[in-house]
């Protein structure tokens, strides 16, 4: 049976340059773009931050904000890499796709506030990560790049 979620420290062990070069795209800006599902099933798309600490990937939001109760009641997600200001999309387009897990310890919600300097109340997700994708202009190739769980990394090139 294979693996459908994983969390960021096992992709980084099963593919560690690639997912080195997608957390290097998402930490290049603080602001990105989440997908969630509303209760009828269509897309919301909203804004959000992403964390990389103590070897997970972490949402957090406001509380009582729509992305947190359409994760509470469907935990999938996508979230795609800001593409920049300047349109270069240097370092290529990333996005990832996966389940969100609520962490409902509120004293472990306020420590890692503490720790990122967050003090004030908030929703905090880990993301167990299901799919992950790079698409690159390498020359005159666009290169896709794609990870699941389980699976080796796959590289398509498009002339």
Do not use: Q
């Not at 795209?25 to 103590?54: C, M, N, Q, W």
């Not at 997600?77 to 990333?94: C, R, Y």
């Not at 409902?104 to 905090?124: K, M, N, Q, W, Y």
């Amino acid at each position: 049976m294979t693996k459908t979620s994983t969390s960021w420290t096992d992709f980084e062990r099963a593919e560690p340059a690639f997912a080195g070069t997608v957390r290097a795209r998402f930490e290049r800006y603080r602001h990105h773009v989440l997908a969630t599902l509303r209760k009828d099933g269509s897309p919301r798309v909203t804004g959000l931050e992403v964390i990389f600490r103590d070897g997970e990937l972490w949402l957090g939001m406001m509380p009582g904000s729509l992305k947190a109760l359409d994760l509470r009641r469907d935990p999938r997600f996508a979230v795609h890499a800001n593409p920049g200001a300047d349109d270069s999309m240097d370092g290529g387009d990333v996005k990832l796709a996966g389940r969100a897990v609520e962490v409902t310890d509120e004293a472990e919600v306020a420590r890692f506030g503490e720790a990122i300097g967050h003090p004030e109340a908030f929703c905090l997700f880990r993301a167990a990560v299901g799919e992950v994708v790079r698409t690159s202009v390498e020359g005159d190739r666009l290169v896709i790049r794609s990870w699941r769980p389980g699976g080796p990394l796959v590289t398509r090139d498009r002339d």
